[in-house]
């Protein structure tokens, strides 16, 4: 009997080593959510959709579903306007100065239309931020990630999608001051192909876009502290990220981001929900710009 048990528990003690690895595997490839940690209420959309309606516009958009339009000023640039870039454990992480700037740089995507402008797609998955890095002759460049694309995918943004900084000043807290004419970023990146190559793409032989992905290829961490230690004569050490209990600009203080960034569910998931589904209070209807 004594023998019954041990060769049970020994049964048991597999089967949880060989099951384990395959769930983690899965959850990474699949981008499938991980549950939400001991405490941490999982939000739907809906949190979204309630917290952003005082800064902008909610549009029924026929491909992608709700999607949110900001009221900012013209001018306006994700990843440029209003924020800096701060070095984190998780890579380079923008810290924006807006309301609603826990949501739109670290969760779904950006995407432009003219007649709209900026358009954020939300999105379940939290990062430091969606953004395609790269580098120039002395200039590092960064752009929103287009939506449905992967770190990796042979993607190649428009040009007025980047933004280019002196490698020198990439660090400053008025990083926007820095930024190259983007009128000008049709001759830095023009004929851009980008060649995807494990941790390095080559973007016409002279731009670089840095893969330095952490772990997989779910986000970008950005260049490395070290190789902008150099250009920038300061040393950088990463800080840590707080959890903030409610949404609020982010702040750093004391070598750490006060950031809210709660764990989202699965918008398939969200679909499958019995009862209330998760939907903007108000949303206009998607109006298509009329050509010339």
């Not at 009997?1 to 959850?27: D, H, R, W």
């Not at 280019?164 to 930024?179: A, I, L, S």
């Not at 190259?180 to 049709?186: C, G, P």
């Not at 250009?231 to 707080?242: E, L, R």
Request: hydrophobic share 35%.
């Amino acid at each position: 009997m004594k023998n019954y048990l041990i060769l049970i528990l020994m049964s048991a003690l597999l089967f949880i080593g060989c099951t384990t690895p395959m769930q983690t595997s899965v959850t990474v490839r699949e981008n499938v959510a991980a549950a939400p940690a001991a405490g941490q209420t999982e939000e739907t959309y809906q949190v979204f959709y309630d917290e952003l309606t005082p800064y902008g516009r909610w549009i029924n958009y026929p491909a992608y579903g709700y999607v949110w339009v900001p009221n900012v000023a013209a001018g306006f640039q994700p990843y440029s306007t209003n924020g800096h870039w701060v070095y984190s454990s998780s890579g380079w992480t923008w810290v924006s100065n807006y309301n609603w700037g826990w949501a739109a740089f670290h969760y779904g995507r950006w995407f432009f239309e003219d007649g709209y402008g900026w358009v954020w797609v939300p999105g379940h998955e939290w990062a430091p931020a969606w953004v395609t890095w790269g580098h120039y002759n002395g200039y590092y460049g960064w752009a929103p990630l287009g939506v449905k694309i992967n770190i990796g995918d042979a993607w190649t943004p428009p040009a007025h999608y980047w933004s280019f900084v002196p490698q020198e000043h990439m660090t400053k807290p008025n990083v926007e001051n820095y930024v190259v004419d983007r009128n000008t970023n049709v001759n830095i990146v023009k004929n851009v192909t980008i060649i995807n190559n494990h941790n390095t793409t080559i973007i016409n032989n002279n731009t670089t876009v840095i893969n330095n992905n952490r772990n997989t290829t779910v986000y970008n961490m950005g260049p490395r502290a070290d190789e902008v230690e150099k250009v920038t004569n300061t040393h950088i050490a990463p800080v840590t990220i707080a959890e903030h209990p409610k949404p609020a600009p982010s702040t750093v203080t004391n070598n750490t981001i006060n950031m809210y960034r709660p764990k989202v569910m699965q918008e398939q998931r969200q679909q499958q929900l019995p009862n209330n589904k998760p939907a903007p209070k108000a949303a206009e209807p998607y109006k298509q710009r009329k050509q010339p």
